[in-house]
């Protein structure tokens, strides 16, 4: 089973990066560049996935950190 992955989401005027599944923070900021910063480092400390939500809340872009069972070749 994999580890949930960092979700880098509005919260009012901030951000806040948040555990998939969880209803608390990881920590709130005041910028979302902040929070992206804070979300990496803690999904590759943890080899996870970390989403980048716009302020819609929509998904607009991921990246991984794990272990990638489909690298890019080359």
Known sequence: MSKPGQHVVPNGSKWSVRRA?????????????EAIKEGKKIAKNQGTELYIHGKDGRIRER????????????
Request: charged residues 25%.
């Open 21 to 33: 599944g969880s209803s608390r923070a990881s920590g709130k900021f005041t910028t979302q560049e």
């Open 63 to 74: 990246n991984s950190y794990g272990r990638d069972p489909h690298p890019p070749k080359g």
